[in-house]
């Protein structure tokens, strides 16, 4: 029976500053620890060099002081009182030996006092090193008329010679007062850098759980965090607005679908159980089938707009005989709606104007401006529109124009959102205010553009830009615009 393996328990994080500290400690630690051993080094090679170049002075002094008449070896009696003054002088300790030797290898003067054994203990067999490794020394040959006498051996530890414990322990100090400067250091820049993104972790997670009421008041001198914090800031803003815009469209498309179903259902209920009488009766099934094709559309709508937002709605990119485009398009909209009559001028330059884009979505971009200027007119205005076609550089731009009550100024920046309509608009139709977003949409994927050109109570104009077409070469000759009607 296989045992069921155990997931690996998550690894524990830590903070920014105890990551980021902790390694530069170590990092701190570890350099100047070997930028202290590189420097003892060099002190315990240079101690060593000049301490050698001491101790052959003394040995040279020693050697001068020893020499007698008659080319022999004469220690004076006052050789321990110079010896006291040299090594008071050298500021030497007492691991300093002094020796002199005839040519025979007889001691004839040892400081401190030893026998003649005690020289084979502390120099070698041939005489010519100190047996000890942990001693370094220096020979120096007592000369009298070119004739060799003896020889001097001045010897010291090596351990006293390389760095005394005052020097290894200013070393230290230093070392320590560094390491902790450089660790404060590191520790105050990382504690000043993480707090501001502390707080913008904190202020995320109060987005996560829905709390956009966050509270960023950092001010820092690096100009990246400031932009970040900005930019934050500016974002949850923004989804604050974003959340209240969705509640509160999801709560208008839901009362625009809502309405009409409520009024379908009492319609059909009436009928039904007999309340009403057969006349009446028509009246309301003809009442039920206009609201229900009022909530086909609103679902048609919604759909269309889902599709376009995820992409797979086709546009094509073909050559579009314009001027001809929008004289079908109002013609077959008046025919739509014949019974309001409406009156439509069409403005434009005589000649064949091509564009590129999708003549069957620059039909609904058109009919949507149409129909939304149409809602716009009062009842007792006759429905008039004024549409104009222009070439403006590399595009062709389609202004339509309606001589409705206009949009009030602190809807216009808001009409292309989704779901949005104006209170005005609200009053007057029912819809889910996905129009002129779907339009908009249609528009940039044809390469184009939609934007509301001007509005007053006098009336508005929306333009939709699109590409010029230019004759490209013969074998690249695109195909000329057919009516969608046809198509």
């Known amino acids: 029976m296989d045992r069921q393996l155990k997931p690996n328990p998550p690894k524990r994080k830590t903070s920014m500053l105890s990551y980021w500290t902790l390694r530069y400690f170590l990092i701190l630690c570890i350099g100047f620890t070997l930028i202290a051993a590189g420097a003892l080094y060099w002190i315990r090679s240079t101690s060593i060099e000049k301490s050698m170049k001491t101790a052959e002075l003394l040995g040279l002094e020693i050697a001068e002081k020893v020499t007698g008449p008659g080319n022999r070896l004469l220690i004076p009696p006052d050789i321990d009182m ?25 001691l004839m003067y040892s400081r401190p006092k030893m026998t003649q054994d005690d020289v084979r203990y502390h120099l070698s067999d041939d005489l010519n090193a100190p047996r000890n490794k942990n001693y370094a020394g220096v020979t120096v040959n007592i000369t009298d008329s070119n004739e060799t006498l003896g020889k001097v051996w001045v010897m010291q530890s090596k351990k006293s010679l390389t760095f005394s414990t005052e020097t290894f322990v200013i070393v230290v100090l230093l070392l320590a007062a560094l390491i902790l400067c450089g ?12 707090k501001p993104i502390r707080q913008v972790a904190h202020a995320a997670e109060q987005i996560r759980i829905g709390n956009y009421e966050v509270n960023l008041d950092i001010d820092t001198k690096e100009q990246e965090m400031n932009e970040l914090v900005s930019s934050f800031r500016d974002m949850s803003i923004r989804l604050k607005q974003l959340e209240e815009w969705r509640a509160l469209s999801l709560a208008g498309v839901t009362h625009e679908l809502k309405t009409p179903v409520t009024s379908i259902k009492g ?8 309340i009403v009488s057969p006349q009446e009766g028509k009246e309301f099934l003809d009442i039920a089938l206009k609201e229900s094709q009022r909530m086909e559309r609103m679902v048609a709508d919604l759909l269309d707009y889902n599709a376009m937002s995820a992409g797979s709605v086709a546009v094509r990119h073909e050559r579009i005989d314009l001027h001809l485009l929008v004289r079908e398009i109002i013609y077959q909209w008046r025919i739509t709606c014949e019974d309001k009559m409406p009156e439509i001028e069409l403005e434009a330059s005589t000649g064949t104007q091509y564009a590129i884009g999708d003549a069957l979505r620059v039909q609904q971009i058109i009919v949507n401006l149409l129909n939304n200027g149409l809602q716009a007119m009062s009842d007792e205005q006759t429905p008039a529109f004024r549409i104009r076609l222009q070439a403006e550089g590399e595009h062709l731009s389609i202004d339509v124009r309606d001589y409705g009550t206009g949009i009030a100024p602190e809807d216009q920046p808001k009409i292309f959102e989704r779901f949005y309509r104006g209170e005005l608009k609200k009053r007057r139709t029912r819809g889910l205010g996905l129009g002129l977003t779907y339009s908009r949409l249609l528009a940039e994927a044809q390469d184009g553009e939609l934007f509301l050109a001007s509005s007053s109570p006098e009336g508005s104009i929306f ?11 013969q074998h690249k000759r695109e195909q000329t615009y057919r009516s969608p009607v046809n198509a």
């Open 183 to 194: 660790w404060f250091t590191i520790y105050w820049l990382s504690r000043k850098l993480s």
């Open 82 to 106: 110079l010896v006291d003054k040299r090594i008071k002088l050298f500021n030497t300790d007492n691991y300093f030996c002094i020796m002199v030797l005839d040519n025979n290898h007889h």
């Open 463 to 473: 333009t939709l830009r699109l590409p010029l077409w230019t004759p490209p070469d």
């Open 267 to 274: 319609l059909v209920m009436a009928v039904r159980d007999d």
